[in-house]
């Protein structure tokens, strides 16, 4: 069963740094695609960033601002978060696809997410 848990969200003032971590079990990590996205109260699902058979995908207004990494040994996903806006503020959630990944970086559609970390950026 797979399970993702998502943790290091907090409040934050603009211009401040987070990193969330996506802790991940109950399947072959290495065999699927990971990513994040971010839901905003009263907007759509934004899909923010992707590892993926491609290479890695960034949302237009992150690039040069996040950071997605793993590390395969603790099958832990994270998203460094720098720089941060008003407008980052939002929920944000880890999902997995299995490979090959025909979603390609569409990470609002991957099967898989977890419960979520809250990000609140204040100005």
């Known amino acids: 069963q797979v399970q993702l848990v998502e943790s290091g969200g907090d409040s934050v003032q603009a211009g401040g740094s987070l990193r969330l971590s996506c802790a991940a079990s109950?399947?072959?990590?290495?065999?699927?695609?990971m990513g994040w996205f971010r839901q905003a109260p009263g907007k759509e699902r934004e899909g923010v960033a992707a590892l993926y058979a491609g290479g890695k995908y960034y949302t237009d207004s992150v690039k040069g601002r996040f950071t997605i990494s793993q590390d395969k040994v603790k099958n832990t996903l994270y998203l460094q978060m720098n720089s941060l806006k008003p407008e980052d503020t939002a929920m944000y959630y880890c999902t997995a696809s299995p490979r090959p990944c025909t979603l390609g970086p569409a990470v609002t559609k991957y099967p898989y997410r977890g419960q979520g970390t809250q990000v609140t950026v204040s100005s």
């Open positions: 109950g399947y072959p990590y290495s065999s699927y695609c």
